[in-house]
């Protein structure tokens, strides 16, 4: 004879079956995100995508530190025309002066893009004369 909580109690284990297949399910996802995340990370990183086209990444630095040169030069040049032929306001000179300090910045980041690679492209080089 069947008892009327019979019923409940089978659709109660259903549904807790459920949720601890849902909770697996979950943890499933979860592992493969972060694995996955893990992996477009690596592939990504800029150390990688130097190790794998060096000579890419140097062409593009060097282009890089041109435009950057090119661009910083043309904004350096006029204000030290200005400075020679007219005495500017204090307040102008300060704008002269900071123009000046981050053409200072630019050439240092220039210098220090350029050092990085090529460094890269000798480790590369040392890597591929030893195997």
Same mark, same amino acid.
């Given at each position: 004879m069947i008892t009327q909580n019979e019923p409940f109690?089978?659709?109660?284990?259903?549904i807790e079956e459920l949720q601890s =297949? &849902?909770?697996?399910k979950e943890e499933q996802i979860k592992a493969r995100a972060i694995t996955l995340k893990e992996d477009l990370q690596e592939k990504l990183s800029m150390e990688n995508i130097v190790r794998q086209h060096p000579f890419?990444?140097?062409? &593009? =630095?060097f282009v890089?530190?041109?435009?950057?040169?090119? =661009?910083?030069?043309?904004?350096h040049t006029p204000s030290l025309r200005v400075e020679?032929?007219?005495h500017p306001?204090? $307040?102008?000179h300060l704008s002269?002066? $900071?123009?000046?300090?981050?053409? $200072? &910045?630019?050439f240092e980041v220039?210098? $220090?893009?350029?050092? &990085?690679?090529?460094?890269?492209?000798?480790?590369?080089?040392?890597?591929?004369?030893?195997q």
């Amino acid at each position: 004879m069947i008892t009327q909580n019979e019923p409940f109690i089978a659709i109660q284990a259903r549904i807790e079956e459920l949720q601890s =297949t &849902i909770t697996e399910k979950e943890e499933q996802i979860k592992a493969r995100a972060i694995t996955l995340k893990e992996d477009l990370q690596e592939k990504l990183s800029m150390e990688n995508i130097v190790r794998q086209h060096p000579f890419q990444a140097a062409g &593009i =630095t060097f282009v890089a530190g041109l435009l950057l040169t090119k =661009t910083l030069r043309a904004h350096h040049t006029p204000s030290l025309r200005v400075e020679h032929t007219q005495h500017p306001a204090p $307040s102008h000179h300060l704008s002269e002066q $900071s123009k000046t300090a981050f053409s $200072s &910045i630019g050439f240092e980041v220039l210098r $220090s893009m350029k050092d &990085i690679g090529v460094t890269y492209l000798q480790r590369y080089l040392e890597k591929k004369i030893k195997q």
